[in-house]
């Protein structure tokens, strides 16, 4: 795979080291499965900079940004609305989970980060 370069603001990456350190509940469940290659042997980052915005987790040959959206979301979807269709524009994919679905259905959650990897390799093999 191909590794593409997403530029980003360095003044971010106190940030981001921030947010590591503090990560809510359910950052860490999903943490838990995407960290050390454990799915799929993809090699995740967390708390991400790209552009001028933070993800929750990326994976650059994948081009794929995962969100928990908890309560730091709510009452700001149209911000997290424009940040994702710019960062698509990059050429990112986005899957979003809710924060009480990671706590209460996080095998599914799983399930879905994998389906959308198997997904990916089908179409990247052809």
Not at 39 to 54: A, M, V, W
Not at 101 to 124: G, M, N, P, T
């Amino acid at each position: 795979m191909r590794r593409k370069i997403i530029p980003y603001n360095p003044k971010l990456k106190e940030k981001a080291r921030e947010l590591r350190n503090n990560s809510t509940f359910t950052e860490v469940m999903v943490w838990n499965y995407l960290k050390n290659k454990q799915i799929k042997g993809y090699d995740f980052h967390r708390q991400k900079p790209l552009y001028n915005y933070i993800v929750d987790f990326f994976y650059n040959e994948l081009m794929l940004a995962i969100e928990i959206d908890g309560e730091s979301h709510y009452g700001n979807e149209k911000h997290d609305i424009r940040r994702q269709k710019r960062l698509e524009n990059l050429g990112i994919s986005f899957l979003r989970f809710d924060d009480m679905e990671v706590r209460h259905q996080l095998d599914k959650v799983i399930k879905r980060i994998e389906d959308w990897i198997d997904d990916f390799e089908k179409k990247s093999s052809r």
